[in-house]
């Protein structure tokens, strides 16, 4: 997986974490912490990338570089939420994996059905998304 370093990002999950531990410090013993889904499976960021003449796009239509830096980004979420697991014994840390439960949607999209997820069987529609660029 080529992913690109983001100082941004890393700053962002920085200030999350020490909130997190903040709130950890005030009291909360049960806290659930979710990742993030699959921004490249957005018609936003599809419509977006599509003047992008380097974008690569995976066998649903989405946004490859995007999903990989999302996945990127909870790798990193997750290794942080086990040192605080491991920190805080006494807190129950729950890691919502968005990620996962979306991209196993999209892996099981032809037994679920187009009622459950219209856009996977109609690749355009994914791929224009509601701004016209």
């Known amino acids: 997986m080529k992913i690109k370093s983001n100082v941004s990002s890393s700053h962002k999950l920085c200030c999350f974490i ?11 013993r049960k806290v659930l912490v979710f990742g993030v889904s699959l921004d490249g499976c957005r018609p936003i960021s599809v419509t977006m990338e599509s003047a992008n003449k380097s974008a690569t796009y995976d066998r649903f239509g989405c946004v ?14 997750q290794e942080v939420l086990k040192e605080l697991r491991e920190q805080h014994p006494d807190v129950q840390i729950v890691y919502g994996d968005l990620y996962s439960a979306m991209q196993s949607i999209l892996d099981n999209s032809q037994s679920l059905g187009e009622c ?3 856009f996977i069987h109609n690749y355009p529609l994914i791929l224009k998304g509601c701004l016209r660029v």
């Open 18 to 28: 020490n909130w997190l531990q903040k709130i950890i410090s005030q009291g909360a």
């Open 116 to 118: 459950f997820f219209p």
């Open 64 to 77: 490859k570089d995007n999903n990989d830096f999302c996945n990127y980004h909870n790798v990193l979420l």
